[in-house]
């Protein structure tokens, strides 16, 4: 019941281990130097600092039976391209090269939705869809596209690994805060005046947590399965967190264009000469489109929990609030 966990300090990462510790398997944490430590605070965990891309990592996983390879460079900046393949494709490669060498059973490959793609026009597609790599919008997608490629052959060369694709999570712990606590945060600081009128799935990070381990306990080696919950409108996500919190929710969209021209001269023109850009340009071609998705194989399949939305909702933005990321 030993465990070697990657990303363990993230937001997926830290629901994840704290489920394990509570069902009873020991936890063995790889961490970066530079990593916050917040998240594993307390926590009955074997922390050891390194490297995806060590090639000696294999000697950190001997004597665990399983891996969870959660960790993953996330970034939608143009900058980043390097990155993103170096951690996230490269550093797969590596990961599941050393589970093989450690003898690990069972891994369970932490993919996204980003690596499915998107339907046309808003349409709900599930794990049987596939957009063609270069129809994939920015480097971060193609990046956990190769990513999961890397994971299907060593599924497809004889090792146990099984892939799962978390859509747009919500609860506590959001420390870095990911793109949807991003949201959130904006809502609660009066940043978000207007919105785009696109759409996600969402799903209660504990639930992500828990198809993890069902995964491990009852997934297919070389299947892949979309750990999602509900779609809503980016309308139908703030007037929830209106509900909730008794603030107002935006009621005007912006067209696509006004963000994307933003975006342009931020990376393009403004970025090159020093200054920070402020939104992403990857980001804005992202939501442009709708990202839907049906996640009834892993319910069917692995028993994925469908919690309450609202309550997640509810337990993010109090967390945010307490942990000071709100004045």
Same mark, same amino acid.
């Given at each position: ?49 390194? !490297? ?52 690990? #059973? ?5 993919? @996204? ?15 049987? *869809?596939? @957009? ?9 997608? /193609? ?63 504990? !639930? ?11 997934? /297919?080696?070389? !299947?892949?399965?979309?750990?999602? *919950?509900?779609?809503?409108?980016? /309308? ?71 919690? @309450? ?5 509810? #337990? ?12």
């Amino acid at each position: 019941m030993r465990v070697f966990v990657t990303g363990g300090t993230g937001f997926i990462g830290a629901h994840l281990v704290r489920l394990l510790l509570q069902q009873g398997y020991t936890v063995k944490a790889l961490v970066r130097p530079s990593s916050n430590l917040e998240n594993l605070r307390c926590l009955d965990v074997e922390i050891v600092q390194g !490297d995806l891309n060590d090639p000696n990592l294999w000697k950190q996983m001997e004597g665990c039976r399983y891996l969870f390879h959660v960790a993953a460079h996330y970034s939608l900046w143009q900058k980043d391209q390097e990155l993103l393949y170096r951690h996230n494709v490269l550093g797969t490669r590596n990961v599941l090269a050393a589970a093989g060498q450690a003898g690990i #059973e069972r891994t369970v490959y932490t993919s @996204s939705v980003a690596a499915i793609g998107v339907g046309s026009s808003g349409q709900i597609v599930d794990e049987t *869809h596939q @957009s063609p790599l270069e129809k994939l919008v920015g480097d971060y997608k /193609k990046s956990k596209f190769l990513a999961e490629q890397e994971a299907m052959q060593a599924a497809a060369t004889g090792q146990e690994v099984v892939v799962v694709n978390p859509s747009s999570p919500i609860g506590a712990l959001d420390i870095k805060p990911t793109p949807t606590g991003d949201i959130i945060l904006r809502f609660l600081r009066r940043q978000m005046p207007v919105y785009l009128d696109t759409g996600l799935n969402f799903i209660d990070v504990q !639930d992500v947590a828990w198809g993890h381990l069902l995964a491990l306990q009852r997934g /297919k080696s070389g !299947d892949r399965y979309i750990l999602g *919950h509900q779609n809503l409108t980016l /309308k139908q996500l703030l007037e929830e967190l209106a509900e909730i919190t008794g603030l107002s929710a935006p009621q005007r969209t912006v067209p696509a264009w006004l963000p994307l021209s933003v975006a342009w001269i931020d990376e393009k023109i403004l970025a090159p000469l020093g200054k920070s850009p402020s939104v992403p340009l990857d980001g804005v071609r992202m939501a442009k489109q709708p990202m839907y998705y049906d996640a009834s194989k892993a319910v069917r399949e692995l028993g994925l929990p469908q919690s @309450s939305l609202n309550a997640a909702l509810k #337990e993010a933005v109090y967390w945010f609030i307490s942990r000071g990321y709100v004045k």
